[in-house]
Nanobody
Framework: QVQLVESGGGSVQAGGSLRLSCAAS????????MGWFRQAPGKEREGVAI???????RYADSVKGRFTISKDNAKNTLYLQMNSLKPEDTAMYYC??????????????????WGQGTQVTVSS
């Protein structure tokens, strides 16, 4: 059974930083497309960043240059370093995984495994 457990959320002021972690277990496929999504109240869930088993990384335009995704394979843990945070980054952040990214990494409906989420709140 695949389990994803996020941590590291919190409240910060604009310009601050946070690092999210997602501890994964039970995922046995040799390939993966793993990443972070976020959902603000009243909005659709959107893709933030992904990394795949080939090491390819993709970011949403809104976070490029501010967020960095990485993965520690020895620890089976995914990270999201978030710098220069803005109030519009406020959302529940989720970790998700699927076998292959394809050309639709941002499509949340294609991910079968999700964590419970961790809240990020950025005040101005």
């Amino acid at each position: 059974q695949v389990q994803l457990v996020e941590s590291g959320g919190g409240s910060v002021q604009a310009g601050g930083s946070l690092r999210l972690s997602c501890a994964a277990s039970g995922y046995t496929y040799s390939t993966y497309c793993m990443g972070w999504f976020r959902q603000a109240p009243g909005k659709e869930r959107e893709g933030v960043a992904i990394i795949d088993s080939d090491g390819s990384i993709r970011y949403a335009d809104s976070v490029k240059g501010r967020f960095t995704i990485s993965k520690d394979n020895a620890k089976n843990t995914l990270y999201l370093q978030m710098n220069s945070l803005k109030p519009e980054d406020t959302a529940m952040y989720y970790c998700a995984v699927r076998r292959l990214c394809g050309g639709t990494w941002w499509a949340s409906r294609l991910y079968g495994y999700w964590g419970q989420g961790t809240q990020v709140t950025v005040s101005s």
